[in-house]
T-cell receptor, first 110, second 116 residues
C-alpha cells in the first residue's frame, strides 16, 4: 500500500533550525508537498518539490530524493508561531488522489 | 471573498443516526475532497470528486456516502454503518490537475463530529 511516514513529534527552541523527515512507500507520484496545520485549524500549503533537490521559500526549505524515497522540510530561524503540525503529501499518478503522511507535531520553546 | 464553507462547525449525534456535513465552495474549483482526521493523526481520504456527477472512494470510504450534483457542493453523509465516526472532517478543493504543478489543496475550516 501507499504510506508516508514522519516522526510524531519534534521539539526545538526559538531561533533554531529543525528538519522534519518524510519517508515514503508509494507508486509513482507527481511531487512531494508540505502542509502546515495549527491546532484546531485547517491545513495550509507550504511548499512543493516536483524534482529532486532543494526548494527554498523564505525561512522554509524542502528537499526531495526519489532514489532514496525520502524528503524533508527544513525550518530555519524558528518562531513560536511555527508550533504546529506538519504533513508531507503526494499526488499519485493515475488516481488523482492526494495522500498525506502521518504528521509531525513541532513544538517551539522560548 | 472566495472560499470553502463547511457546516456545521460542531455536531453531536447519537449512535445509529445518519448525519450530513455540508461543503460549499465558490472558488470554481473542479475537484473536491473529504478527509478525516483523528486526534494526533494524519489526514485520511474518504471520497473525492473530479467533476460533477462523478466521485471515487478514497482509502476509508466504508460507512460514508457523498454526492456531487453541483460543482459548488460536495456533501458528506456519515451513516450509522460507520463504526467510529467521532473525528474532525475536512473538505478541500483543487483548482485543476497539473501533471507538473503542486496540485495544491485549499481546505475548509472543518467540521468536528462527536458521537454520544
Amino acid at each position: 500500500g501507499q504510506s508516508l511516514e514522519q516522526p510524531s513529534e519534534v521539539t526545538a527552541v526559538e531561533g533554531a533550525i529543525v528538519q522534519i523527515n518524510c519517508t515514503y512507500q508509494t507508486s509513482g507520484f507527481y511531487g512531494l508537498s508540505w502542509y502546515q496545520q495549527h491546532d484546531g485549524g485547517a491545513p495550509t500549503f507550504l511548499s512543493y518539490n516536483a524534482l529532486d533537490g532543494l526548494e527554498e521559500t523564505g525561512r522554509f526549505s524542502s528537499f526531495l530524493s526519489r532514489s532514496d524515497s525520502y524528503g524533508y522540510l527544513l525550518l530555519q530561524e524558528l518562531q513560536m508561531k511555527d508550533s504546529a503540525s506538519y504533513f508531507c503529501a503526494v499526488f499519485l499518478y493515475n488516481t488523482d488522489k492526494l495522500i498525506f503522511g502521518t504528521g509531525t507535531r513541532l513544538q517551539v520553546f522560548p | 471573498d472566495g472560499g470553502i464553507t463547511q457546516s456545521p462547525k460542531y455536531l453531536f449525534r447519537k449512535e445509529g443516526q445518519n448525519v450530513t456535513l455540508s461543503c460549499e465552495q465558490n472558488l470554481n474549483h473542479d475537484a473536491m475532497y473529504w478527509y478525516r482526521q483523528d486526534p494526533g493523526q494524519g489526514l485520511r481520504l474518504i471520497y473525492y470528486s473530479q467533476i460533477v456527477n462523478d466521485f471515487q472512494k478514497g482509502d476509508i470510504a466504508e460507512g460514508y456516502s457523498v454526492s456531487r450534483e453541483k460543482k459548488e457542493s460536495f456533501p458528506l453523509t456519515v451513516t450509522s454503518a460507520q463504526k467510529n465516526p467521532t473525528a474532525f472532517y475536512l473538505c478541500a478543493t483543487q483548482r485543476d490537475k497539473a501533471r507538473t504543478g503542486a496540485n495544491v489543496l485549499t481546505f475548509g475550516a472543518g467540521s468536528r463530529l462527536t458521537v454520544l
